[in-house]
């Protein structure tokens, strides 16, 4: 920075010298004078409010390119200055990814997450056989339960484009040499758990002394990949992330369901050490448009004042940005991965996909062919702040986010309807209507979620 002129006696003997020379008119001496007392007074604050004005427009920049993993249904994030008192964008995380295996100046492939469903009768589909994993939960095996049609499991995910790298479970395998890879979160997540446990368990010829056990409260569940892998693949259910009245993972069916602040480490202990974590949690937060928050310890839940209700998309958000302070704290981005699994949608109105109401996904052996579809169940919101949150306070964490809910929306085919072990018999009303006890929320398996875990490994080894 230049020093200012120390007197006025140098401004006055300039001014005198331009006022000798007869050409200059009234008019160009007065802008002249304006000019040079204006850099003088105020040079350095112009130059300091361009420098601001700069670093805004290069924030714009930033903000309005999608992140990698967004997908094309997600609204575009505001620049976090559009609302005021939000917080500002901080730098986003740059590094190598652990596990990649793409340079780092090949140019991105494609969305992998826009696509077509393409029926694979002659390929490799299904990627196993039901009866070939014993792994598999009772309320997914949809064979053995009496399902009579099996076209579900022989659709393969075409991205427009490009083409999803086969998946190699030896690969997979010798990755996770000595490694955890952890699923967190609610049946959904357990279901992509045992997809990838199913995935694996076929590459290890007989099993090769292979295991699954389950902690006594079936909170977490262990597979250990025989072969002398020392690999594990884990579920840990925490429907919420955060510590919740729902965390019996036996006896968890409540409706008024809450959860308390500030309470990741509840649950996230269990977390440490993994190096591979894939979270996912939605559909528990959607029992209406506000979500009850418990704001200390649970035996105050009752005293007046403790507990306050949210918008879902405030609470949703709360333990999205929890999640990734957890990440933050306790996972070396260097040698670690995180993802996180969008929302898995149900089928529960047929009026969604035209069809007549009253019906939902029992006896769909179709899925919806409309280009783009989206049912009454997504709620675009909460896909919202999940995007706001990862163009904004969140873009430090290298989180690859799993898109999944537009190609599983197209498959009202492909849930485990009446086919599954039920939670108690069916009464004779419900057997004489079998729609009204279908589950049209969990997927049998072999089947879509073999696609998720497959977007799963085109992510994990080209990022």
């Known amino acids: 920075?230049?020093?200012?002129?120390?007197?006025?006696?140098?401004?006055?003997s300039f001014c005198s010298s331009i006022a000798k020379k007869a050409r200059f008119s009234p008019l160009l001496l007065a802008l002249a004078l304006f000019l040079l007392c204006f850099s003088f007074l105020y040079g350095e604050d112009l130059k300091e409010l361009l420098g601001r004005q700069a670093q805004v427009a290069s924030?714009?920049?930033?903000?309005?390119?999608?992140?990698?993993?967004?997908g094309d249904e997600h609204p575009a994030a505001p620049p976090p200055e559009a609302a005021e008192g939000k917080t500002k964008t901080k730098r986003k995380w740059q590094g190598r990814l652990a596990f990649a295996l793409n340079d780092d100046d090949e140019d991105e492939e494609c969305d992998v997450f826009s696509g077509r469903w393409v029926r694979d009768d002659a390929s490799r589909y299904p990627l196993y056989r039901e009866?070939?994993?014993?792994?598999?939960?009772?309320?997914?095996?949809?064979?053995?339960?009496?399902?009579?049609?099996?076209?579900?499991?022989?659709?393969?995910?075409?991205?427009?484009?490009?083409?999803?790298?086969?998946?190699?479970?030896?690969?997979?395998?010798?990755?996770?040499?000595?490694?955890?890879?952890?699923?967190?979160?609610?049946?959904?997540?357990?279901?992509?758990?045992?997809?990838?446990?199913?995935?694996?368990?076929?590459?290890?010829?007989g099993g090769g002394g292979s295991s699954l056990r389950m902690s006594p409260d079936q909170?977490?569940?262990?597979?250990?990949?025989?072969?002398?892998?020392?690999?594990?693949?884990?579920f840990?259910?925490?429907?919420?992330?955060?510590?919740?009245?729902?965390?019996?993972?036996?006896?968890?069916?409540i409706s008024e369901r809450m959860v308390r602040r500030g309470s990741i480490d509840y649950h996230g202990r269990h977390w440490r050490g993994a190096d591979v974590v894939v979270f996912n949690t939605y559909l528990w937060?959607?029992?209406?448009?506000?979500?009850?928050?418990?704001?200390?310890?649970?035996e105050s839940a009752g005293t007046e004042g403790?507990?306050?209700?949210?918008?879902?998309?405030?609470?949703?958000?709360?333990?999205?940005?929890?999640?990734?302070?957890?990440?933050?704290?306790?996972?070396?981005?260097?040698?670690?991965r995180v993802f996180f699994t969008s929302m898995s949608p149900t089928h529960q109105k047929s009026q969604d996909w035209g069809d007549a109401a009253?019906?939902?996904?029992?006896?769909?052996?179709?899925?919806?062919?409309?280009?783009?579809?989206?049912?009454?169940?997504?709620?675009?919101?909460v896909m919202r702040v999940i995007r706001e949150i990862l163009d904004g306070d969140g873009a430090d964490v290298p989180l690859t986010f799993l898109n999944v809910t537009q190609l599983s929306m197209y498959r009202k085919d492909a849930h485990t309807s009446i086919y599954k072990r039920q939670w108690s018999q069916p009464t004779a009303e419900q057997l004489a209507d079998p729609k009204t006890y279908a589950d049209c929320v969990h997927w049998c398996l072999p089947g879509l979620q073999d696609t998720w875990n497959e977007l799963l490994y085109s992510k994990l080894f080209y990022p």
């Open 1 to 12: 920075m230049k020093a200012p002129l120390s007197s006025s006696s140098s401004t006055s």
């Open 59 to 70: 924030q714009l920049v930033v903000n309005s390119s999608s992140r990698n993993n967004g």
């Open 131 to 205: 009866e070939d994993c014993p792994y598999i939960h009772p309320q997914l095996t949809c064979q053995a339960h009496g399902r009579p049609d099996a076209a579900y499991q022989r659709w393969r995910w075409q991205p427009h484009g490009c083409a999803l790298p086969a998946f190699d479970a030896a690969r997979v395998l010798e990755a996770l040499r000595g490694k955890r890879m952890l699923f967190v979160g609610d049946s959904l997540g357990r279901g992509q758990f045992a997809s990838m446990v199913c995935l694996l368990h076929s590459a290890i010829p």
């Open 219 to 234: 909170q977490h569940t262990v597979f250990a990949a025989g072969g002398g892998y020392n690999a594990t693949v884990e």
């Open 236 to 253: 840990y259910w925490a429907p919420f992330l955060l510590e919740s009245n729902s965390d019996d993972a036996a006896a968890h069916r």
């Open 285 to 298: 937060w959607c029992t209406g448009l506000r979500f009850r928050i418990l704001n200390g310890p649970w």
């Open 306 to 336: 403790a507990v306050s209700w949210v918008s879902t998309e405030e609470a949703y958000g709360m333990a999205f940005r929890d999640m990734l302070q957890w990440v933050r704290d306790n996972m070396d981005l260097n040698t670690t």
């Open 358 to 381: 009253g019906g939902n996904c029992y006896n769909e052996t179709a899925m919806i062919s409309e280009a783009g579809y989206w049912g009454s169940d997504g709620r675009r919101s």
